[in-house]
């Protein structure tokens, strides 16, 4: 049986977070505090794995291949935007974080 899981991600940086193989982000946004929250679709019962994401505001500089595209989310009442992308492998000196379950 599947669930959701939900991850706090740290805006403005490239991460890696665990996640059940197979896991499938649903969607990123804030939740009163202006801390960014995804929510993944997950199988429990299914191995870990890394997943590299990757949160770059709006008008600064993006990879020319930022991965793939999830969703955007906004803090500080609307006065930041960001943009999440999923990466095929972290770059060096992504963060761990640990899970938000």
């Known amino acids: 049986m599947k669930t959701i899981w939900k ?7 490239i991460q890696t977070v665990t996640i059940p193989f197979d896991g499938r982000i649903l969607t990123v946004q804030t939740k009163g505090d202006n801390v960014p929250l995804m929510w993944v679709l997950v199988d429990p019962d299914m191995p870990m794995r890394e997943r590299c994401l990757g949160i770059y505001t709006t008008n600064t500089a993006v990879p020319d291949e930022p991965g793939r595209y999830i969703d955007s989310f906004m803090i500080h009442e609307g006065m930041l935007e960001f943009h999440l992308f999923e990466m095929e492998t972290p770059p060096d000196g992504a963060e761990s974080l640990p899970e938000d379950v």
């Open 7 to 13: 991850y706090e991600l740290l805006p403005n940086r």
